[in-house]
């Protein structure tokens, strides 16, 4: 920031110690730092789950790792980078009154430097990958050449907000260095002048939440396609669901930050007002990136539950072995026991039809008749687990 920026600001910093906000009020909940742990951790641990499990389902059981898969590993690096560093910027005083910290502004400021670049380049390569997860679905036709515009599009506009966030001045250190000789050139992020820095901000939000829009509703022709199955389309609409959310979080983004704006000097008490944005933006991330992952994980997480499930039932007779004779069984006591009935398991995969189990010392079990069911199944007899 230059000699002119300080200028401006100056007055601003005046016109706050004049009437100056009162040191002993409580600040808004979202301003805590507990309040940032509380709200983000729980989803930021979420998202990395949803891209572990998809890495490990495109390079292990698909073995057809893409460019949307080292996009997605990108984006979910940078949201780490990011969110840790907006719980840093909070310990360093950002959600404080910016004329309490402005000893410690500089330091806050390296914060929310790291944390704003790192949520915008993270933007662009969430779309990025779910854009090229389109290109592997959309073929040919209208869809994938709608697609390819808006790739190119998102590659433009990414490529532009990523190096002015950045890059904001030069050298860097301008940015959180406001008394720096000679001062540093800096533009749009970069605060040279409060309305500046304000517009670059809202222009990157409201674009950001338009294009969350419009790689939205590319695959939702996918509900017009004929001959879908009640499954597919509750599990489209689960996605879609999740979708949405991403699309709630960018507009609130967008809000928490107009509603300060032309309300007065408070407008400019941005240290203040910034965990609510950042808190939103840290959500939409996450959101994203589960977004992104979850048609290429669910199917095999619903195949994997699947296979713990045995769809038969199977009645168990039990026959008393007569040792004076090993060759004959005598029907000394029969039991009967439907598995179903059964609060312990055992697990097979295949039809146990016609098979006998056989244990020194213990009774002969004898499978002999096997029905349809629809829950778990699972034996164990005298503390012994009997297995196929």
């Not at 979420?46 to 698909?62: D, F, I, K, P």
């Not at 000097?265 to 941005?270: E, F, G, L, S």
């Not at 199977?314 to 005598?330: A, M, S, Y």
Request: proline share 5%; hydrophobic share 45%.
């Amino acid at each position: 920031m230059g000699e002119s920026a300080m200028n401006e600001f100056m007055p601003i910093i005046l016109e706050m110690m004049k009437n100056p906000p009162d040191a002993n009020e409580s600040i808004p909940v979202v301003n805590h730092f507990s309040t940032a742990i509380a709200v983000t951790m729980p989803f930021l641990v979420l998202s990395v789950v949803a891209v572990g499990l998809r890495l490990y389902t495109r390079l292990h059981l698909v073995r057809e790792p893409g460019w949307d898969d080292v996009f997605v590993a990108i984006a979910v690096i940078l949201n780490l980078v990011g969110q840790t560093t907006f719980l840093g910027g909070v310990k360093a005083g950002i959600g404080q009154h910016l004329i309490y910290i402005l000893g410690r502004l500089p330091n806050a400021m390296k914060w929310f430097y790291v944390a704003n670049a790192a949520y915008t380049s993270t933007t662009v390569c969430i779309k990025l990958s779910l854009i090229l997860q389109y290109l592997r679905l959309f073929r040919e036709g209208y869809r994938r050449t709608i697609t390819l515009i808006v790739l190119a599009v998102v590659v433009l506009w990414g490529g532009t907000f990523s190096f002015m966030a950045w890059f904001p001045c030069f050298p860097v250190s301008g940015f959180w260095n406001k008394t720096k000789a000679p001062p540093a050139t800096c533009y749009a992020f970069g605060y040279r002048t409060t309305h500046e820095a304000r517009n670059t901000l809202f222009a990157f939000a409201g674009s950001n939440m338009s294009l969350d829009i419009l790689v939205f509703l590319i695959p939702l022709t996918e509900y017009f396609q004929p001959n879908l199955k009640r499954k597919q389309v509750l599990a489209m609409t689960g996605l879609f669901g999740v979708g949405l959310i991403v699309i709630l979080m960018a507009v609130l983004r967008l809000w928490s930050g107009l509603k300060y704006n032309n309300r007065g000097i408070i407008m400019y008490d941005y240290t203040f007002w910034l965990p609510e944005v950042l808190v939103f933006s840290c959500l939409e991330i996450d959101f994203a990136i589960i977004c992104a992952s979850m048609p290429i994980f669910w199917p095999s997480v619903v195949a994997a539950w699947n296979q713990i499930y045995v769809t038969k039932e199977v009645i168990v007779t039990v026959e008393h072995r007569d040792d004076d004779n090993k060759g004959d069984l005598e029907m000394a006591r029969t039991s009967s026991r439907r598995s179903n009935e059964s609060t312990e398991g055992l697990v097979t995969e295949n039809s146990t039809e016609g098979r006998s189990f056989f244990i020194e010392d213990l009774p002969t079990l004898r499978i002999v008749q096997i029905q349809p069911l629809e829950e778990t199944v699972r034996m164990s007899w005298g503390g012994t687990a009997l297995k196929k």
